[in-house]
């Protein structure tokens, strides 16, 4: 009980902090789940109903168009993943996730997380900061997208996400900044 206790606290102080007393009614909803490297846990067609705070581990969020594979997110520890607009929708995802390596997730189920958000305003707070810091992550990607040149989008992704650079193999962050791998390679080898 100690570890969720633990989990529910970091995670809450990644988006707001909450008292020990809600912190402690945040861990007795939170599962652990632990996924396989490789091991896809939110297949095309499932209905989110479960935000994944991800305690150790680095997960891909993608999705198939014209048979290619393309990722759309990459979230490590002390982030989420979601799929949100399934998840706020109750609709099948067209996003899938998988992970990148071993990873330790903590899930927590929508309704009943709703729930908590009912009877506390902190946590309610606390599932509010959730979703804008999952809004402004997607909105730094379409303006990464939209504004800047190949070199510029992978160097500024780069500052924002040192840790997806370093650990996620290239061919998924290359289809992440929407560029070839081959121009990603020439772009991190100082040729571009």
């Given amino acids: 009980m100690e570890k969720r206790y633990e989990i529910a606290k970091q995670f809450s102080n990644r988006y707001h902090p909450l008292s020990p007393e ?14 396989a ?5 939110i297949k095309e067609g499932d209905v989110a109903h479960y935000i994944h705070y991800i305690e150790k581990g680095i997960v891909r969020q993608f999705y198939f168009k014209n048979k290619r594979d393309l990722t759309e997110h990459i979230s490590y520890e002390g982030q989420v993943a979601i799929c949100l607009e399934s998840y706020l929708l109750d609709e099948p995802t067209r996003l899938m996730a998988e992970a990148l390596e071993a990873t330790q997730i903590w899930r927590v189920e929508k309704e009943t997380f709703n729930q908590l958000t009912e009877k506390s305003r902190e946590i309610e707070l606390l599932y ?15 303006d990464l997208l939209r504004f ?3 070199h510029d989008r992978y160097f500024r992704y780069k500052e924002l996400h040192p840790e997806v650079v370093r650990r996620a193999p290239l061919i998924h ?9 081959e121009t ?9």
């Avoid at 509010?128 to 379409?142: D, G, T």
């Avoid at 962050?173 to 791998?181: E, G, H, N, R, V």
């Fill in 173 to 181: 962050i290359a289809s992440l900044l929407q560029m070839t791998p």
């Fill in 37 to 41: 490297k490789g091991e896809t846990f």
């Fill in 148 to 150: 800047e040149t190949a």
């Fill in 184 to 192: 990603l390679s020439r772009i991190r080898s100082g040729r571009v």
């Fill in 22 to 35: 809600d912190a402690k009614v945040l861990s007795f909803i939170m599962e652990p789940l632990k996924v």
């Fill in 128 to 142: 509010r900061k959730v979703f804008e810091s999952s809004l402004l992550i997607s909105q730094q990607k379409a």
